[in-house]
C-alpha cells in the first residue's frame, strides 16, 4: 500500500457534513427534496461505492438517491445493496429503480412521496429519463420541480477536511500509478501497454476507482501531423490506441482515478529517452507560467488575475489549450464546472473569485510547432492565506 | 437460384484476432456501421420519427460507431449525436478531432468541445433538418434540455429514443456475435490471470489490478466494469437481506485465505460490445481452481458448484425463442435457489441491454417483448451456503432456433471439462 499521507480521516464525517451542505443549500433555495440520478449528485449525497462502469452498465443498473428536507440522512435505492455505507439506517436503504422505464419512472415518483410523507412542494432534480420527464410532473402535481444542477455545483465548491484528505490520497495514488509506468517507459512498448501498467499498479496500490480511460499519447511533433480538428490546437486528449513508443517520442498522460469518490487528475509530460534542448525550454516557460499562477493563488483572486499571469508569464499570448482551459476545480469524478479561461470567456473568470477549501487544477500548456510541448497539471487546495500545494511528481528529466 | 454470397458484413472472420490486415480480412467496420444505422433508419421511418437526438455514449456508439474518450461517469444528459432521417447525416457535438470519428461523418458535422451553452445551441442550429422535426426521439433530458429541445425544434413532439433503439439492438447479426465472442475471450484470459494468482496471502485489490492489467494487454480496450474479486462471504453481514445469498462487490482489505472461494468477475467492451465472464476461484497452494469435479476444489466448493449448475442450466436451457423473462425467472426458481440480488439474465450487446432480468429492484423490467433468434445474453447464477461460501459464474448465449449456444468457454460454468 501507498502511504496515503498523514491526515486523518473520517468517512462518516465526510457524508455527515457534505449532507448537512446539501441541507443549507435546499433550505436557502426552498427546496423540499431532491432526486438525484447523475452519479456524482448520488456519491455526494450519498458516499455509496458502486462498481464504476461502462455508461452502458450504468444505465441499466443505477443507483437513485433522494434526499427530504431536514431529514440528516439520504435515501439510497441501489442494485448494490450490500456495499451501502454502514452508517446508512436501514430505512433509508431501498430496492434499485429503473428510471429508465414507464413504470420505474413511474415507481420513482411513488417512492418519492413515500419518503417524503406526501407531495414535495419544489424538489430539485439532476437528469431526467425521458419516462421520467413525462411522467413525473403529472404524477407529482402541483410539485414545482427544478434544476438542481446549480445546487449541487454549489454544495461540492468547497471541500471539508475529509473531502481534501481523499483529494491528496487519490492524486497520491495515481501518481504512484504514474511513476510505475514512466519506470517501464521504453522504446518497443505499446500506449495501450502504458495503461495496463497503470491500471495494474493504480488498484494495487489501494485506489478506488478510475473514472477515465487513462490517457498516454504519444504527440506528433507539428499540428499537421495529427489528426484534423476544428480549432487547430494541439490534438489532445486522443482516445488509447496501440502507438509502439520509439526513442524520442513525447508523451502526455492525462489519469482520472478515484479515492471514495474523489478524483485525481494528473498530468505528465514525459520523453522516451531524454528531452532536447528546446523542449527543455518549453518547460522551462512552463514552470514561469505555473509559478505566475500559483503566485496569485490565495482567497479573493479572481479567474482573470490568473489568466492574466499566464499570459503575460508566456509574453502575451495564452498557454493553455483552446478546447480546455488554464484551470478548473475538482472534486468528486473529475472536473467541476468552474473552469478559468475556457469558451464561456473573460465575464465568467472575472466573477469566479477563489475561496478557501476550494481544489484548483491549473494545466498550462507550452508548444512549439516540429518540437512538441510542455503540459502538466498541478494540484492546489485554496487555503485562509494562500495554498496547500498537492501534486508532488517530479519534472526531471527536464529540470 | 444460387444464394446470393453473404455481405461482407455478415462474413465472419474466425482465428484472425484483432488485427487490421493488409489485404482487409478482418471485420468490416464500415459494412457493420452501414448495417447498424440502416436497422435504426428503418425503425425511425416505420415510427415516423424525423430526428434522434441522443446524449447516452451505448446509443451514440451503435449509431455512428464513434471511438470517444471513455468516462466512467453519469453526466446530466447532453446532446452529443443528432440523427436526421430525411438525410442519414450524423452530427456529433463535441467532437474537435477526428480521430476516432468514422469517414462517413464529414467534417462539416463536427464541433468542438465547449462549456457555453450558447455555442451548443449555435452547433445544433446548424444540423440540416433539425429544426423542421415534427417527431424526434431523445435518449434523456438534462433539466436545462426541455428549454433547449423546444429552442431547437420549436414544432416537434418529443418522444423517448430508448425503447426504439432497444428494440433495434435486441438482435445481434453474425458479426455482432463474432465481437462479443472476441471480447469474451478476452475477459476469459483475464479471469484466468487473476486465477492464477488466488493464493493465500494474496490482497483482493491487488488481483483487481491484475486482471486490469490482463485485459489492457489485448491492446486499446475499455474495461466495460471495474474487475470484481472478492472471496464471498461465509456468513450473512450486516446488510444481506435473509431473502437473497450474500454478496458484497468492494474489495475487503483481508487477504485471501486457503480454501475462500473468490468471485471474479471480468467485464470489457471491444468494439464497444460485451464481454463478461465470472467464475468462482478456490483458493488453493499453486493458485485458484475451478471446481470441476476432480477432489482440489474441496467438496463444499463442488457441491456449490453442482447446485449453480442446477440453477443456472435451468435458465440457459430456457433460453429459447419465446421465453419471456416470466419464463426465465420461473427456470430459476424451480431449481429451489433463492434469486440473487444481480440480474439473473440481462442482454449483452453495447454494455447491458434489455431484458434485465431478476436482481434487487423495485419493479419489474417492464419489458416482457419474448426472446428472439439472435438475441446475446447473459446468464449470470449466484448460489451460496453458510459455513462454505458463494459460487458466481456466468454464461453468455445466442439464441438459436436449436437451442442456446454458449459462447462463453471456460471450466466452472456449465461447460464439462474434458
Redesign the interface.
Same mark, same amino acid.
Given at each position: 500500500m501507498v502511504a496515503a499521507g498523514p491526515g486523518s480521516l473520517d468517512l462518516a464525517r465526510m457524508r455527515h457534513q457534505r449532507m448537512a451542505k446539501l441541507q443549507a443549500n435546499m433550505a436557502e433555495r426552498g427546496l423540499d427534496a431532491l432526486v438525484l440520478?447523475?452519479?456524482?449528485g448520488v456519491l455526494y449525497a450519498t458516499g455509496a461505492?458502486t $462498481?464504476?462502469?461502462?455508461?452502458?452498465?450504468?444505465?441499466?443498473? *443505477?443507483p437513485v438517491a433522494m434526499v427530504v428536507a431536514g431529514d440528516p440522512c439520504p435515501h439510497l435505492?441501489?442494485?448494490?445493496? #450490500?456495499? /451501502?455505507p454502514?452508517d446508512l439506517p436501514a430505512d433509508h436503504?431501498? =430496492?434499485?429503480? *429503473?428510471p429508465? *422505464? &414507464?413504470?420505474?419512472a413511474e415507481?420513482l415518483g411513488h417512492?418519492l412521496k413515500d419518503v417524503f410523507g406526501g407531495t414535495p412542494s419544489v424538489v430539485g %432534480?439532476?437528469?431526467?429519463? %425521458?419516462?421520467m420527464?413525462?411522467v413525473l410532473p403529472p404524477l407529482l402535481a402541483p410539485a414545482e420541480l427544478?434544476? &438542481?444542477?446549480a445546487l449541487l455545483t454549489a454544495a461540492r465548491l468547497h471541500k471539508t477536511a475529509d473531502e481534501q484528505e481523499c483529494m491528496r490520497r487519490s492524486w497520491a495514488l495515481c501518481e504512484e500509478a504514474h511513476r510505475a509506468v514512466e519506470e517501464a517507459l521504453r522504446p518497443g512498448l *505499446?500506449t495501450?501497454?502504458l @495503461? /495496463?501498467?497503470f491500471?495494474? =499498479?493504480?488498484? #494495487?496500490a489501494?485506489a478506488t476507482?478510475?473514472?477515465?480511460?487513462p490517457?498516454f499519447q504519444a504527440m506528433p511533433e507539428r499540428l499537421d501531423e495529427? $489528426?484534423?480538428?476544428?480549432?487547430g490546437d494541439v $490534438?489532445f &486528449?486522443?482516445?488509447?490506441?496501440?502507438h509502439i513508443l520509439r526513442r524520442g517520442d513525447v508523451v502526455w498522460t492525462d489519469c482520472?482515478t478515484s479515492y471514495e469518490g474523489y478524483a485525481s487528475d494528473v498530468g505528465r509530460t514525459w520523453v522516451v529517452g531524454e528531452p532536447t534542448r528546446r523542449q527543455r525550454e518549453l518547460f522551462a516557460r512552463w514552470k514561469e507560467v505555473t509559478d505566475a499562477v500559483l503566485g496569485r493563488v490565495r482567497p479573493g483572486a479572481t479567474g482573470v488575475e490568473l489568466t492574466s499571469a499566464a499570459v503575460e508569464a508566456n509574453g502575451g499570448t495564452a498557454p493553455w489549450l483552446d478546447?480546455?482551459?488554464l484551470a478548473h476545480t475538482l472534486g468528486l #469524478?473529475?472536473g467541476e $464546472?468552474q =473552469?478559468i479561461g @475556457?469558451?464561456?470567456?473573460p465575464e465568467f473568470d472575472e466573477r469566479f473569485t477563489l475561496e478557501p477549501g476550494m481544489a484548483l487544477v491549473i494545466e498550462p500548456v507550452t508548444w512549439e510547432d516540429g518540437h512538441t510541448g510542455y503540459r502538466c497539471e498541478e494540484l492546489v487546495l485554496v487555503t485562509d492565506d494562500g495554498y496547500e500545494k498537492v501534486s508532488a511528481y517530479p519534472n526531471r528529466p527536464f529540470e | 437460384m444460387t444464394a446470393a454470397p453473404p455481405h461482407p458484413a455478415e462474413r465472419v472472420p474466425h482465428f484472425l484476432g484483432t488485427a487490421a490486415t493488409e489485404d482487409g480480412a478482418g471485420v468490416d467496420y464500415a459494412a457493420l456501421r452501414a448495417s447498424r444505422r440502416r436497422r435504426v433508419l428503418e425503425a425511425m421511418a416505420d415510427a415516423g420519427i424525423d430526428a434522434l437526438v441522443l446524449g447516452r455514449y451505448p446509443n451514440i456508439k451503435y449509431v455512428t460507431g464513434h471511438r470517444s474518450l471513455w468516462r466512467a461517469v453519469l453526466t446530466p444528459t447532453a446532446p452529443v449525436c443528432v440523427l436526421v432521417r430525411s438525410t442519414g447525416q450524423v452530427w456529433l457535438q463535441a467532437s474537435t478531432w477526428d480521430d476516432g470519428i468514422p469517414p462517413e461523418v464529414p467534417h462539416a458535422n463536427l464541433t468542438g468541445l465547449t462549456w457555453n451553452p450558447r455555442t451548443v445551441v449555435g452547433a445544433l442550429q446548424g444540423v440540416d433538418g433539425l429544426a423542421g422535426a415534427r417527431k424526434v426521439a431523445a435518449d434523456g433530458v438534462a433539466p436545462s434540455g426541455t428549454v433547449l429541445l423546444s429552442l431547437l425544434c420549436p414544432d416537434a413532439e418529443v418522444l423517448d429514443a430508448q425503447p426504439l433503439l432497444d428494440a433495434v439492438r435486441r438482435v445481434r447479426t453474425d458479426v455482432e456475435v463474432h465481437c462479443i465472442r472476441t471480447a469474451l475471450a478476452m475477459a476469459e484470459g483475464a479471469v484466468v490471470d487473476v486465477g492464477r494468482h488466488a493464493v493465500a496471502g494474496a490482497d483482493e485489490q491487488a488481483l483487481k489490478g491484475r486482471a486490469a492489467k490482463a485485459l489492457v494487454r489485448f491492446g486499446p480496450v475499455i474495461l466495460a466494469s471495474e474487475p470484481v474479486v472478492r472471496a464471498t462471504p461465509t456468513e450473512r453481514g450486516p446488510r444481506s437481506s435473509p431473502d437473497t445469498p450474500p454478496l458484497a462487490l468492494r474489495p475487503s482489505a483481508r487477504p485471501l485465505s486457503a480454501g475462500d472461494l473468490v468471485a471474479t468477475r471480468v467485464e470489457v467492451l471491444h468494439t464497444g460490445y460485451l464481454g463478461s465472464v465470472a467464475r468462482t476461484w478456490v483458493v488453493g497452494p499453486g493458485g485458484g481452481v475451478v471446481p470441476d469435479g476432480a477432489d482440489d476444489a474441496g467438496s463444499g466448493a463442488q457441491a456449490l458448484w453442482a447446485r449453480w449448475r442446477r440453477a443456472a442450466g435451468a435458465v440457459v436451457a430456457a433460453c429459447r425463442p419465446g421465453a419471456t423473462p416470466d419464463t426465465l425467472l420461473a427456470a430459476w426458481d424451480g431449481s429451489g435457489e433463492p434469486r440473487p440480488g444481480l440480474p439473473v439474465v440481462v442482454g449483452v450487446g453495447h454494455g447491458v441491454e434489455p431484458p434485465v432480468v431478476g436482481g434487487t429492484f423495485a419493479t419489474t423490467d417492464g419489458d416482457d417483448t419474448a426472446l428472439e433468434v439472435g438475441m446475446t445474453l447473459c446468464v449470470q447464477g449466484y448460489v451460496w451456503e453458510p459455513g462454505v461460501g458463494g459460487y458466481l459464474a456466468s454464461e453468455t448465449v445466442r439464441v438459436t432456433n436449436q437451442g442456446p449456444e454458449l459462447l462463453t468457454r471456460l471450466p466452472g460454468g456449465l461447460v464439462e471439462p474434458a
Open positions: 440520478l447523475t452519479s456524482g461505492w $462498481p464504476l462502469a461502462d455508461t452502458g452498465q450504468t444505465l441499466r443498473l *443505477r435505492f441501489t442494485p448494490y445493496v #450490500e456495499d /451501502a454502514d436503504l431501498h =430496492r434499485a429503480l *429503473r429508465d *422505464r &414507464a413504470t420505474g415507481e417512492q %432534480v439532476d437528469d431526467y429519463t %425521458v419516462p420527464w413525462e427544478t434544476n &438542481a444542477t *505499446r495501450s501497454d @495503461s /495496463a501498467i491500471l495494474g =499498479r493504480l488498484f #494495487e489501494g476507482g478510475n473514472f477515465l480511460d490517457v495529427g $489528426p484534423w480538428s476544428t480549432n $490534438p &486528449a486522443l482516445v488509447t490506441n496501440d482520472v478546447h480546455y482551459f #469524478e473529475g $464546472p =473552469r @475556457s469558451d464561456l470567456g | -
